[in-house]
Structures are given as structure tokens and as C-alpha cells.
């Protein structure tokens, strides 16, 4: 087996052979793994060593049908295992959390990722190349101004990862981040982190902070998944200071990409409806916001939980279908509603939980025992 996964990395992870296999063994892991193991030490037996190994010395003309079945089985994982092998193996990591893997299979394999990453930085710098010179207006001045920053390998492979690896929509998503980087903090911030203390003294947003319109909830959720909590109702009634409210939204947005459990499993969105009102809303902030979430910062927002929203109100019934399509057709099959008219709070609080949230991480106004202030 050793010898297979030498020629073949990605044997046991991802090959239509061992997918196979462990179908056949009704996806018993361990039946699986002893099958497979000795699948190999036969085959070895009767027919050599494996095609493509280093003990196989066998012209280039092979005509083997069985070797040549081995191969197409083994050979070439597919796009998207590659996504499910990149997001689990965190290949930057790869030496400390397979520090028991075979070197060899290891080596080869983390020269397949990256063979397989830059071809996909390659199909997304094709992307970018489509788009038309006024979309990119921010973009192309910021990889101007910071090669280092906006045109680098690194920063396009934030964009793949946080798509699945889909050029199309990491092109898209990189051009639209920096257009609203440029929108909300200009071109002479736009470089540089932005800190708690810019936030309250440079961009007078220390109300909307504090007052908690958006926020990290502590640890995660039985998936592991990152949760934002959305104060609808605490939006500020002033266009300037819903502009001050996007600017905190952003500041939220990358301090998760901080944490180990957004890069790995994603987050969560909750939202907090009852108690919004008309005055809450403005295009400029529905129009802006959008995007923000779901089409610019490189996070995987996984779910979107609507909380209470309020069914009668005649601006929600207006805003709701423009919202709805503001965040795409992704996105709209992710939002689940939570409108409690049964059991209000309790109801709202254990579909949560059966939704993977856990009760002590959630804030009192959702059913949860975790204290706002």
C-alpha cells in the first residue's frame, strides 16, 4: 500500500478506487482499510510493482489494462476533492499535522496542491482579465500602489479558498473587496490594518462599537463554525451613521479572519430582526451591505439564521425581496428563518441549538445565557 500511495498521494483520501472499496465494505472504515491493504500486497504479487512507482521499471508502452484501470482509478482527484483536501490538510500547515506521514507521499503530495492551486490562479487571472477597467478602478490602483499586497499569489489564494476555489467568483469577489476597502476608508487607509483605536478616533464609530450593532460571539458552534451576531434593531436611525455601522461590519468581518475556526469550518450569520424599523434602512446601506457580507471580505458564510423578522410591517415586506436578492442565489439557499410565533424566545432558542449553536455562547435577547454588556 505504501508503494501505491507513493506513486498515488492522494490514494486513500480522494481515488475513485478506495471510494470503491469502502463502498463495497458498506462504508465500514476499518473493513475498508484492511481490504485495501490487501488489495495492494496481491496486485503487487501477481502483477509487479505499481505502475508509476519507483520500483516499477517498466517501459512507457505498458500495455497493462489492469495497470492502466489502476491508473485512471487512482491518478487524478477531482476539483472538488481537491477543495475538501486543501480546507483538511491545511496545506501550510502540512508538515507539523502529518508530521506521521510517509515523506515521500507527503512531498509528492504537496507538490500536486500546489501544481493544482496555481492552475487556479491562472484561470482566476483570466477572470480578472474580463472584467471591464471601471470594475477593477480600485483594484488596479491598489496593485499599483502595493504589488506586494494587492497582486500577490498569497492574496489571490485568500480570495480561491474563501469560494471553494471557484476563479469566476474569487476574480469578482477580490475586485468588489477593494472597491469597498476604497469606499469606506479611502485610498490612504486602505493598506494598513484597521484598529479598534482608528475605528473610535479616526472614524467616530466608537458608539456603534460599543453598543454592540455587530459582533463576534464567543467560541464557536457544534460544527466549529465561526458566529456573527447582527443587531438589527441597534442600526443607528442617521445616514452617516449607518456609513459608520458599514465601517464596523468590515472591522467585525476581519477580525474573524483571525480565528483558526474561520479559515477551517467557516462562520455562521445570525441576525437579529425584532425591534427594526424603516428608519434603520437606507438603499445606500441595504446596497453596501450586502456585498460586504457575502461577495467581498473572504469569509465562508455557511448559514444565515433570521431571527424575529417582522412579518407585518410594510417596509420589511418591501425590503426582504430587494435583500434577498442583494445577497445572491448561494446565499438565499443558506438563510433559515426563526419566527418564534408559537413559542417566542424558546421556540427561537432550541432551533438554534438544533442547528448546531450552543446555548451558553448565545446573547439572553435570543434565549441564550450570555450577558451583552
Same mark, same amino acid.
Given at each position: 500500500?505504501?508503494?501505491?500511495?507513493?506513486?498515488?498521494?492522494?490514494?486513500?483520501?480522494?481515488?475513485?478506487?478506495?471510494?470503491?472499496?469502502?463502498?463495497?465494505?458498506?462504508?465500514?472504515?476499518?473493513?475498508? $482499510?484492511?481490504?485495501?491493504?490487501?488489495?495492494?500486497?496481491?496486485?503487487?504479487?501477481?502483477?509487479?510493482?505499481?505502475?508509476?512507482? /519507483?520500483?516499477?521499471?517498466? #517501459?512507457?508502452?505498458? &500495455?497493462?489494462?489492469?495497470?492502466?484501470?489502476?491508473?485512471?482509478?487512482?491518478?487524478? @482527484?477531482?476539483?472538488?476533492?481537491?477543495?475538501?483536501?486543501?480546507?483538511?490538510?491545511?496545506?501550510?500547515?502540512?508538515?507539523?499535522?502529518?508530521?506521521?506521514?510517509? @515523506?515521500?507521499?507527503?512531498?509528492?503530495?504537496?507538490?500536486?496542491?500546489?501544481?493544482?492551486? #496555481?492552475?487556479?490562479?491562472?484561470?482566476?487571472?483570466?477572470?480578472?482579465?474580463?472584467?471591464?477597467?471601471?470594475?477593477?478602478?480600485?483594484?488596479?490602483?491598489?496593485?499599483?500602489?502595493? @504589488?506586494? !499586497?494587492?497582486?500577490? #499569489?498569497?492574496?489571490?489564494?485568500?480570495?480561491?479558498?474563501?469560494?471553494?476555489? /471557484?476563479?469566476? *467568483?474569487?476574480?469578482?469577489?477580490?475586485?468588489?473587496?477593494?472597491?469597498?476597502?476604497?469606499?469606506?476608508?479611502?485610498?490612504?487607509?486602505?493598506?494598513?490594518?484597521?484598529?479598534?483605536?482608528?475605528?473610535?478616533?479616526?472614524?467616530?464609530?466608537?458608539?456603534?462599537?460599543?453598543?454592540?450593532?455587530?459582533?463576534?460571539?464567543?467560541?464557536?458552534?457544534?460544527?466549529?463554525? &465561526?458566529?456573527?451576531?447582527?443587531? $438589527?434593531?441597534?442600526?443607528?436611525?442617521?445616514?452617516?451613521? !449607518?456609513? %459608520?455601522? *458599514?465601517?464596523?461590519?468590515?472591522?467585525?468581518?476581519?477580525?474573524?479572519?483571525? !480565528?483558526?475556526?474561520?479559515?477551517?469550518?467557516?462562520?455562521?450569520?445570525?441576525?437579529?430582526?425584532?425591534?427594526?424599523?424603516?428608519?434603520?434602512?437606507?438603499?445606500?446601506?441595504?446596497?453596501?451591505?450586502?456585498?460586504?457580507?457575502? /461577495?467581498?471580505?473572504?469569509?465562508?458564510?455557511?448559514?444565515?439564521?433570521?431571527?424575529?423578522?417582522?412579518?407585518?410591517?410594510?417596509?420589511?415586506?418591501?425590503?426582504?425581496?430587494?435583500?434577498?436578492?442583494?445577497?445572491? %442565489?448561494?446565499?438565499?439557499? %443558506?438563510?433559515?428563518?426563526?419566527?418564534? &410565533?408559537?413559542?417566542?424566545?424558546?421556540?427561537?432558542?432550541?432551533?438554534?441549538?438544533?442547528?448546531?449553536?450552543?446555548?451558553?455562547?448565545?446573547?439572553?435577547?435570543?434565549?441564550? &445565557?450570555?450577558?451583552?454588556?
Amino acid at each position: 500500500l505504501l508503494e501505491a500511495q507513493r506513486a498515488f498521494p492522494f490514494l486513500t483520501s480522494s481515488s475513485s478506487h478506495a471510494k470503491m472499496i469502502l463502498m463495497n465494505e458498506e462504508f465500514d472504515a476499518q473493513a475498508a $482499510a484492511r481490504r485495501l491493504v490487501r488489495y495492494w500486497d496481491r496486485r503487487r504479487a501477481m502483477l509487479g510493482a505499481v505502475p508509476g512507482s /519507483d520500483g516499477d521499471r517498466r #517501459s512507457g508502452g505498458n &500495455t497493462d489494462m489492469v495497470a492502466s484501470f489502476s491508473r485512471d482509478c487512482v491518478e487524478h @482527484p477531482s476539483d472538488q476533492d481537491m477543495v475538501r483536501i486543501v480546507d483538511e490538510w491545511d496545506v501550510d500547515r502540512l508538515k507539523k499535522r502529518h508530521a506521521r506521514m510517509d @515523506p515521500v507521499v507527503q512531498r509528492r503530495a504537496l507538490a500536486c496542491v500546489k501544481e493544482w492551486q #496555481s492552475r487556479r490562479e491562472a484561470e482566476m487571472d483570466r477572470e480578472l482579465a474580463k472584467l471591464s477597467n471601471a470594475a477593477k478602478t480600485a483594484w488596479n490602483d491598489a496593485r499599483k500602489t502595493r @504589488p506586494d !499586497l494587492a497582486d500577490s #499569489s498569497a492574496h489571490r489564494s485568500i480570495f480561491l479558498r474563501s469560494v471553494e476555489y /471557484d476563479p469566476v *467568483l474569487a476574480a469578482r469577489r477580490m475586485v468588489k473587496y477593494w472597491e469597498l476597502k476604497y469606499r469606506l476608508f479611502g485610498k490612504e487607509r486602505a493598506f494598513g490594518p484597521v484598529k479598534v483605536e482608528d475605528m473610535e478616533d479616526v472614524d467616530g464609530c466608537g458608539e456603534e462599537l460599543h453598543r454592540g450593532v455587530f459582533y463576534l460571539l464567543p467560541g464557536t458552534d457544534e460544527h466549529g463554525r &465561526t458566529v456573527l451576531f447582527l443587531r $438589527a434593531d441597534k442600526l443607528p436611525a442617521s445616514a452617516e451613521g !449607518l456609513r %459608520r455601522a *458599514l465601517k464596523v461590519i468590515w472591522f467585525v468581518l476581519h477580525s474573524s479572519l483571525a !480565528l483558526r475556526s474561520t479559515w477551517n469550518a467557516g462562520a455562521v450569520l445570525l441576525i437579529y430582526v425584532r425591534g427594526l424599523s424603516m428608519h434603520n434602512l437606507s438603499m445606500e446601506f441595504g446596497s453596501t451591505v450586502c456585498p460586504l457580507l457575502f /461577495d467581498s471580505v473572504p469569509i465562508k458564510i455557511k448559514a444565515m439564521h433570521d431571527l424575529f423578522p417582522p412579518r407585518g410591517a410594510w417596509f420589511v415586506q418591501v425590503a426582504r425581496p430587494v435583500f434577498r436578492w442583494l445577497i445572491g %442565489r448561494k446565499a438565499r439557499a %443558506r438563510v433559515v428563518e426563526h419566527e418564534g &410565533t408559537k413559542g417566542g424566545i424558546e421556540e427561537v432558542l432550541q432551533e438554534l441549538v438544533e442547528c448546531g449553536m450552543r446555548e451558553e455562547n448565545l446573547p439572553e435577547v435570543v434565549g441564550g &445565557t450570555l450577558d451583552e454588556e
